[in-house]
């Protein structure tokens, strides 16, 4: 089992930009992919990024595809996200989760561990 801390979330203005951090506990980071959700007040959760167990590959919500980029360091047992050009629309509830899926996946039910999550407003 890996557990999972994000940080890096907070208020900015639109325009500007954030990274956040999910740093795993244990030996096995790398056997997960990683992916990124949000969820704001009222509404599902959805997926935002995703990244294979070694990095390679990646894919995108169209909302934030050319605007976010997902990232692991596997010596670090860390993901990031970085977030440039923010809306007041990407205000949200930020998670890492973790899954044991070979492939990278936009699922949420394939995830199967998440961290407490970390809130992102972006005032306009």
């Known amino acids: 089992q890996v557990q999972l801390v994000e940080s890096g979330g907070g208020l900015v203005q639109a325009g500007g930009s954030l990274r956040l951090s999910c740093a795993a506990s244990g030996r096995t980071f790398s056997s997960y992919g990683m992916g990124w959700f949000r969820q704001d007040s009222g509404k599902e959760r959805e997926f935002v990024a995703a990244i294979s167990r070694s990095g390679l590959t990646s894919t995108y919500a169209s909302a934030v595809k050319g605007r976010f980029t997902i990232s692991r360091d596997n010596a670090k047992n860390t993901v990031y996200l970085q977030m440039n050009t923010l809306k007041p629309e990407d205000t949200a509830v930020y998670y890492c989760?973790?899954?044991?899926?070979?492939?990278?996946?936009?699922?949420?039910?394939?995830?199967?561990?998440w961290g407490q999550g970390t809130q992102v407003a972006v005032s306009s």
């Open positions: 989760a973790a899954t044991r899926s070979v492939d990278v996946t936009i699922h949420t039910h394939e995830y199967t561990n």
